[in-house]
């Protein structure tokens, strides 16, 4: 198998903004960082590794996230943003 024959599609499934110091010790502060999604094309067939922010968060993040991750972190996605729709913009 040639590198060639293996595709990988980033995508931008969102973004979340949360406290400084989960992803870096000691810095304060908050940060918003990208919710990414892959899709892995291979001969054998197709791997969506992660899936992005599932689509309920934008009306129930504490019934999707839990009260805990819903207090730490802001979800900002969009219908535009869900993974299906970055799916079907690939093909």
């Known amino acids: 198998m040639r590198a060639a024959d293996v595709t990988v599609h ?3 499934c969102g ?3 949360g406290p400084l110091g989960l992803f870096l010790e000691g810095e304060t502060g908050k940060i918003r960082v ?3 999604a892959f899709l892995i094309e291979h001969p054998k067939g197709r791997v969506l590794f992660d899936s992005g922010i599932h689509r309920e968060v934008r009306a129930d993040p504490v019934g999707r996230l839990g009260r805990t991750v819903a207090s730490l972190f802001t979800v900002e996605t ?3 943003e869900d ?3 970055r799916l079907e913009s690939l093909h």
Do not use: C, D
């Open 10 to 12: 980033a995508m931008n």
């Open 15 to 17: 973004w979340q903004t």
């Open 34 to 36: 990208p919710t990414p």
């Open 78 to 80: 969009s219908e535009a």
């Open 83 to 85: 993974v299906s729709a």
